[in-house]
Nanobody
Framework: QVQLVESGGGLVQPGGSLTLSCAPS????????MGWYRQAPGKQRELVAA???????NYADSVKGRFTISRDNAKNTVYLQMNSLKPEDTAVYYC??????????WGQGTQVTVSS
C-alpha cells in the first residue's frame, strides 16, 4: 500500500488561505485517483475534492470556487489550495489514494483551524 504524508495545515484567520500537500513516502502516485477528505469534530468524514490520474476533478459543493485540487506527477505530490477559508472549514484533512486492484490508503491527517 501507499504511505501518504500530509503537510501544510495550521491556524488561519477567516478569509485566509492555506495549501495542503500530500506525498507518498515511497512509490509513485501518478496512476492513482487522489482525494482530500475532512472530518470535523462530531461529524462524518467527507469528500472535499478528488483528482484522477489524467487531471479530472470534482469538488464538494461547499468548497467549489474556493478550493483547488491539483497534482504534480513529476514531484509526486497532490495539493489542495484553500482560499477564502471559513470557520466551518475547520477540520482534520486527510489525503487518500485509490487504484482499482490495489485499494486505498490514507494519510495521518493534518489539522486546519480557521479562527480569528
Amino acid at each position: 500500500q501507499v504511505q501518504l504524508v500530509e503537510s501544510g495545515g495550521g491556524l488561519v484567520q477567516p478569509g485566509g488561505s492555506l495549501t495542503l500537500s500530500c506525498a507518498p513516502s515511497k512509490s509513485s502516485i501518478s496512476v492513482y485517483v487522489m482525494g482530500w477528505y475532512r472530518q470535523a469534530p462530531g461529524k462524518q468524514r467527507e469528500l472535499v475534492a478528488a483528482i484522477t490520474s489524467v487531471g479530472s476533478t470534482n469538488y464538494a459543493d461547499s468548497v467549489k470556487g474556493r478550493f483547488t485540487i491539483s497534482r504534480d506527477n513529476a514531484k509526486n505530490t497532490v495539493y489542495l489550495q484553500m482560499n477564502s477559508l471559513k470557520p466551518e472549514d475547520t477540520a482534520v484533512y486527510y489525503c487518500r489514494s485509490f487504484r482499482v486492484g490495489v485499494g486505498e490508503s490514507w494519510g495521518q491527517g493534518t489539522q486546519v483551524t480557521v479562527s480569528s
